[in-house]
């Protein structure tokens, strides 16, 4: 069983729809939570930080952490033809730079 | 201010031979990290550096190898190339300070094709 666990779709949505993107893990020592926006050919860009449970929201974008479930999500509100990328979360268990653990990535598109 | 910068953007290599990548860090940060990236998957960590030595390594064999420079740049070595070694290289920076502060930021990437 990998540590992190993430569907690699593809996932279509219209635009304007709200889109659920999830990662299970296994590791209960995961205590960091992020999430990787990357369009094709490019580096990871980071979209959200959370630590420990809970909800965190910055615009269209809200991320959840159930660490009772060891589940995390991204919710993305009235989506848009240029979130179409992949959506990688990503893990890590303590603070002092620690190396991230990723998902596979999930393939998303917006079509308008 | 820049981000982190990675050169070459791409490169082509014949199996067995030996390669060299390069990264910049975003200004303020000490600490790189270097990831792969096969086509399909998410980054897999390599290995760290911080204050010039290698901090921490994933399971990657001892044909990867690295260095860090006192301006905090960073060059990762692949030695006898395999054909499995093509994708994506990616380099991260961060601060090795508080937790809210060591968030790891990706550069761009070089993409290595071994044929």
């Known amino acids: 069983q990998k540590e992190v666990e993430q569907d690699p779709g593809p996932l279509s949505v219209p635009e304007g729809a709200i889109v659920s993107l999830n990662c299970t893990y296994s590791?209960?020592?995961?205590?960091?939570f992020m999430w990787y926006r990357q369009y094709s050919r490019k580096g990871p860009e980071l979209l959200m930080y959370?630590?420990?449970?809970g909800n965190k929201e910055d615009g269209r974008f809200t991320a959840q952490v159930d660490k009772s479930s060891k589940y995390i999500s991204l919710f993305i509100r009235d989506s848009q033809p240029s979130d179409s990328a992949t959506y990688l979360c990503?893990?890590?268990?303590?603070?002092?730079?620690?190396?991230?653990?990723f998902g596979k990535g999930t393939r998303l598109s917006v079509i308008a | 201010d820049a981000g982190v910068t990675q050169s070459p953007t791409h490169l082509i290599k014949t199996r067995g031979q030996q390669v060299t990548l390069r990264c910049s860090p975003k200004?303020?940060?000490?600490?790189v990290s270097w990831y792969q990236q096969a086509l399909g998957q998410g980054p897999q960590f390599i290995f760290q550096?911080?204050?010039?030595?290698?901090?921490q390594r994933g399971n990657f064999p001892d044909r990867f190898s690295g260095h860090q420079f006192p301006n905090y740049s960073s060059e990762l070595n692949v030695n006898a190339l395999l054909l499995g070694d093509s994708a994506l290289y990616l380099c991260?920076?961060?601060?090795?300070?508080?937790?809210?502060?060591?968030?790891?930021?990706f550069g761009p990437g070089t993409r290595l094709t071994v044929l």
């Open positions: 991260a920076s961060s601060f090795t300070g508080t937790a809210s502060t060591d968030t790891q930021y």
């Open positions: 590791n209960s020592a995961f205590q960091y």
């Open positions: 959370t630590y420990s449970s």
């Open positions: 990503a893990m890590r268990r303590n603070s002092g730079n620690t190396p991230l653990v």
């Open positions: 200004s303020g940060h000490d600490t």
């Open positions: 550096y911080y204050e010039e030595e290698e901090r």
